[in-house]
């Protein structure tokens, strides 16, 4: 059973105009959320994160946001630019020990 | 660089052969992960090393799979009598220590093929 769900597998977007990814989570002991960016042939590289006791955390382009109740975060990138093209995942955990991945969001910035 | 470096990067096996796959973390990091992905899924845990004690284990899919990080630094990923199904995607992360909100660095991985 899939804890951290990502339904959209692909989302295109013009140059300039807002991102955003969602991501859906089961598991109310989750307490800490990372996004990862990863491109073709390359490990994940750590996008941003957010702890459950806030709602937002913002960093340059990219804004998190956090909805506990609807067990809901998203990612923002504002304003989208082409080399922003790559699978977006979002992460989940309760322990540090252990952390839970989406499926993963490609996303197509177009010039 | 310094970043977290894997090998071998691709891994062509005969089912039923053994593999073994390393990891070099970040020289420091106290906290190391192994995660496999499959194509089209995103990383699914596999286990995880405070130093040299291994303190999760729940991922691993079955006792064909092992894993070691005997001096706290370098880890292997052991998958014996190979299977089909072991075709993936192998990452390894490390992190500076447990929580503390520190994120995960993560290698480019091997990618195992299984025929």
């Known amino acids: 059973d899939q804890q951290v769900k990502q339904n959209s597998p692909s989302l295109s977007v013009q140059e300039g105009r807002i991102s955003i990814l969602n991501c859906d989570y089961t598991n109310s002991m989750f307490d800490y959320f990372l996004w990862y960016k990863k491109y073709p042939a390359e490990g994940p590289t750590f996008l941003i994160s957010i702890s459950s006791i806030k709602d937002k955390n913002e960093d340059g382009r990219f804004t998190v946001f956090l909805n506990k109740s609807a067990k809901h975060l998203s990612l923002h990138i504002v304003p989208s630019q082409p080399g922003d093209s790559a699978v977006y995942f979002c992460a989940a955990t309760y322990n540090f020990n252990k952390f839970y991945f989406g499926s993963g969001t490609k996303l197509n910035v177009k010039p | 660089g310094a970043g977290v470096s894997q090998s071998p990067r691709y891994k062509v096996a005969k089912r039923g052969q053994d593999v073994a796959l390393r990891c070099d973390p970040i020289s420091g990091h106290v906290s190391l992960f192994w995660y496999q992905q499959a194509l089209g899924q995103g990383p699914e845990f596999l286990t995880y090393f405070q130093n040299e004690a291994q303190l999760d284990k729940s991922g691993l899919p079955s006792d064909r799979f092992f894993a070691e990080r005997p001096e706290g630094s370098v880890s292997t990923l052991k998958i014996q009598r190979t299977q089909q199904e072991d075709s993936a995607v192998y990452l390894c992360?490390?992190?500076?220590?447990?929580?503390?909100?520190?994120?995960?660095?993560f290698g480019d991985g091997t990618r195992l093929s299984i025929l």
């Open positions: 992360a490390s992190s500076l220590e447990t929580g503390n909100n520190q994120p995960q660095h």
